[in-house]
């Protein structure tokens, strides 16, 4: 297609071309021949409890016989039984802190801190440790001695997804001598998962290794699309990546080249890599007999059991409309075009400036010499067919294209000399310049006008001021490009069309 717009100049365009839809609701069953970005959740088909992550974008398969969601039982890790003590504190209620609870009768499996007082059978007992009761009333003593209460606590692997917690839980990193209740949920930083509480305790003196339940990944089958190559070369989509053992990639396809088993070579139409899958391999076809290289159009989905408990995307209910980019294309920067340029430099005119003086035997006024002007100058040119000037040099292009038509003046004496002519790069933001030049030269006087008879050394004819014409060439740099060059920032120039 062409595009209908005039680019700006110096701006680099990309064409994207974008697929919007609609991913289909987390927590849903497994369906054949959908887009699944990564992240979706589904439930296996048919339901076993569990519900299954992807790990990456794809096209699932078309039967659903061809996914098989596995079931992981997850690990456990016990801590040890960590018992608390309570001590006799007499028969008068305590003097508690501001703030404190106030004293409850002991109960069972039931979470108290460090100093907490309870009360039974009369008297009063002080916690000396953090911890959980048991499932029965321990024999608390009335005698100033202590008596032993706890529970051991067990965790249960939940994956590395925080799960949903009631109540307003949050995990919490793992801390020593930590009392829990059943849904507590702590995160392991060694291998970062969460672990949930099955049983209430208080946790140990030094952190449990905590087992990582191994959650296998589902793939769901795919076969890579493949091409057979004169008969004797299967050749297999090895995707858009190149390969990483340099000495197996070939470059480009070859006809009549003998390719080897794992070898690799690059398809510049499809911009895949395709690899010899056949042993020993063979040779390639000719140019006439070349394959039309296929590529695998649907992408491997990975599947992950995130376990039983509904992922926080699932209550999240249906997600927003996403956008796949398709394909992109970044074309090169687009240059503005120079339709007209300011030069700088030395011109040699054949134009000569006389000099005079009087002859010794008559003191008669004589021309006793002459010099090329060398001329510093300002230029005005005008391309009649615009160009890149921030482009590479190209001979042809550019040195041998329609000159541009120049004008302009001299810089040491701008109201006497003049120049017409042409220019023509022979470097870039460097020119040749040629053509006319009409300069004010010194004339003799007409007789009659000059003194015959000098008086002093440093007298001089009596001159008058003529137009001479004649031809110019010299060399003249770009200012605006050339000054931008040196700053490695591109050329300058004026115009308003981009190529």
Excluded: C
Excluded at 27 to 53: C, E, K, L, M, R
Excluded at 152 to 175: E, F, I, R, Y
Excluded at 343 to 363: E, K, N, Y
């Amino acid at each position: 297609m062409t595009w209908p717009n005039e680019l700006a100049g110096d701006t680099l365009y990309t064409v994207s071309v974008n697929l919007q839809y609609t991913p289909p609701a987390p927590g849903q069953p497994w369906t054949p021949s959908t887009f699944y970005p990564g992240g979706s959740v589904v439930i296996a088909d048919p339901d076993n409890g569990h519900f299954y992550t992807a790990l990456n974008g794809g096209v699932s398969q078309t039967s659903v016989d061809r996914v098989k969601f596995l079931v992981t039982p997850p690990k456990t890790v016990f801590e040890p039984a960590v018992s608390f003590l309570w001590k006799d504190s007499g028969t008068l209620p305590p003097t508690l802190p501001q703030g404190t609870s106030p004293v409850q009768p002991w109960q069972p499996n039931t979470t108290y801190a460090s100093g907490t007082f309870v009360f039974n059978s009369s008297h009063y007992y002080k916690a000396l440790s953090v911890g959980v009761s048991g499932q029965s009333v321990p024999d608390f003593p009335q005698d100033g001695s202590n008596v032993s209460d706890g529970s051991a606590l067990q965790w249960q692997d939940s994956g590395t997804s925080v799960p949903n917690l009631p109540n307003g839980k949050s995990a919490t990193p793992w801390t020593p001598r930590t009392p829990h209740s059943i849904g507590d949920v702590v995160a392991d930083t060694l291998t970062g998962h969460f672990y949930i509480a099955i049983q209430p305790g208080v946790s140990g003196a030094s952190q449990p290794i905590f087992p990582v339940t191994p959650m296998p990944t589902i793939p769901e089958s795919q076969e890579a699309a493949t091409v057979m190559d004169n008969g004797q070369i299967t050749w297999l989509d090895s995707g858009t990546s190149a390969p990483t053992d340099k000495k197996k990639f070939k470059g480009e396809w070859q006809a009549g080249t003998k390719y080897l088993k794992d070898e690799v070579i690059y398809d510049s139409k499809t911009a895949h890599y395709y690899t010899v899958l056949n042993g020993p391999g063979g040779t390639s076809g000719t140019i006439e007999m070349r394959p039309d290289f296929p590529i695998t159009t649907t992408l491997q989905i990975k599947w992950l059991d995130s376990g039983t408990t509904p992922p926080a995307s699932v209550a999240g209910g249906q997600p927003a409309d996403q956008v796949v980019n398709l394909w992109t294309y970044s074309y090169p920067q687009a240059h503005t075009l120079y339709y007209y340029n300011l030069l700088s430099g030395i011109v040699v005119s054949s134009v000569r400036t006389p000099t005079f003086g009087f002859r010794q035997s008559d003191s008669y006024p004589v021309q006793t010499g002459s010099n090329l002007i060398v001329d510093p100058v300002l230029l005005f040119t005008v391309y009649p067919k615009p160009f890149d000037a921030e482009s590479p040099f190209n001979f042809k292009k550019d040195f041998l294209r329609i000159p541009g038509a120049s004008f302009g003046v001299s810089l040491a004496s701008p109201s006497n000399n003049f120049y017409f002519g042409g220019s023509s790069e022979i470097l870039r933001n460097v020119q040749l310049v040629y053509g006319f030049n009409v300069a004010k030269i010194s004339r003799l006087a007409p007789s009659g006008t000059f003194n015959s008879t000098p008086s002093g050394t440093n007298a001089t004819p009596a001159t008058t001021q003529v137009f001479a014409k004649g031809a110019f060439i010299g060399l003249t740099f770009n200012l605006n490009g050339f000054i931008q060059s040196l700053s490695l920032s591109g050329g300058g120039g004026g115009g308003g069309k981009s190529n």
